[in-house]
C-alpha cells in the first residue's frame, strides 16, 4: 500500500529529501553541498529513467535524515535526565 503513494509523489518525496537535509546539515558546509548534489542526482537520475524503486530508496533516505536528528534529539534528553 505504500508502494503507490510512494510512487505517485515522487517529485514530492524528491524535494522534502531536499529540504530536509538543508535544514538537518546546517552546520557542515561542504559536506551538506555534497549530501544536496547526490540527492538531487538519484531523485533526477530516477525520476528521468523511470525507475520506480527509487521513490524507496528517496523515502528511506528521508526517513535516515529525518531519524538522525530524532536520536541526536533524544540523546540530548537522556543526558539532561542523568543530571
Not at 546539515?25 to 553541498?33: A, D, E, I, L, T
Not at 530516477?46 to 527509487?54: A, C, Q, T
Not at 530508496?57 to 535516515?64: K, Q
Amino acid at each position: 500500500m505504500l508502494y503507490p503513494i510512494l510512487v505517485e509523489y515522487y517529485v514530492w518525496w524528491c524535494i522534502a529529501l531536499l529540504v530536509v537535509t538543508w535544514f538537518t546539515r546546517v552546520h557542515q558546509g561542504q559536506k551538506r553541498s555534497n549530501f544536496l548534489y547526490g540527492y538531487a542526482m538519484l531523485g533526477a537520475l530516477g525520476f528521468l529513467l523511470d525507475l520506480d524503486w527509487m521513490a524507496g530508496v528517496i523515502f528511506g533516505l528521508l526517513v535516515l535524515e529525518v531519524g538522525k536528528k530524532f536520536k541526536a534529539w533524544l540523546d540530548k534528553k537522556q543526558a539532561g535526565l542523568g543530571k
